[in-house]
């Protein structure tokens, strides 16, 4: 089943939340750091769908820092 996931940008951690269908699969917190976020969501949304980040002064940074990671095994990439 489709996952949702969403984070909450702070400077030093990142809140995330992985959603499926109703139901709450994952709650954590992981470094601010884009391969740390990336991670965390390979190990816990294996089938993500979308991911929403809250709007910051750091959502840039986290924005393009996930699109030049590379992608996780088995996981496609969107524009």
Known sequence: MANFAGCDVFEQA???CVVEGEEVRARGKCPTDP???RDFLAAHAPDLRRLVIESGSLTACGYWGCRLS???PGRRTRP
Do not use: F, H, L, V
Request: net charge negative; glycine share 0%.
């Open 14 to 16: 990142t809140e995330m």
């Open 70 to 72: 590379a992608p996780a």
């Open 35 to 37: 391969a740390a976020i």
